[in-house]
């Protein structure tokens, strides 16, 4: 437990469940469901450190990121490995998913679509909720890394 960044900083009262540190994130939603600790997994920063210092050699970050799979797999998806299975779903989470893999696995849909955030950067809204009340917008660069790489490099690649 106390290898865990996580942990050491929020304490076991934050778990909410009897066992705490990263074997409780494992435990607890085997026990209860993924429906009552759907969050227990994603308390963590997936850094490995619990699995290198297990004595007995648990694959904690494997088994993590499988409850992560779990909870957000479709509920009516086959199999059904664990009660609550799609505790965390989100029909339009998967579209932006979708849309996101989509976008990074064309590179021409890539290319335009960067083409117009860097020539339409001035639309983005200045106020883009709680991260703007205290910070201001981000906004694209007025050029994509590839276009300044271009420019420098000119024909010599």
């Known amino acids: ?15 909410g469940t009897v066992y705490p540190g990263p074997i409780g994130k494992i435990v607890t939603p085997h026990m209860l469901g993924l429906d009552t600790t759907r969050d227990l ?11 290198e210092v297990c004595p007995v050699k648990i ?17 009516a998806a086959e199999p059904q490995h664990m009660r609550g299975q799609g505790a965390k779903y989100s029909r339009k989470e998967a579209m932006i998913w979708k849309a996101w893999r989509k976008l990074n696995t064309s590179p021409a ?19 883009i909720g709680p991260w703007t009340e ?8 007025a050029r994509t890394l590839h276009e300044l790489a271009h420019e420098h490099l000119g024909d010599e690649r």
Request: positive net charge; glycine residues 8%; charged residues 15%.
């Open 134 to 141: 205290h910070r201001s917008a981000p906004r694209p660069a």
């Open 1 to 15: 437990m106390n290898h865990c960044p996580v942990y050491t900083r929020i304490g076991g009262h934050a778990y």
């Open 59 to 75: 694959p904690i970050p494997a088994l993590l990121r499988r409850l992560r799979e779990e909870a957000v797999r479709p509920p």
């Open 41 to 51: 997994p994603t308390a963590s920063s997936m850094c490995g450190a619990c699995g």
């Open 109 to 127: 849909l890539y290319r335009a679509a960067m083409y117009a955030g860097t020539r339409f950067r001035g639309l983005m809204p200045s106020n």
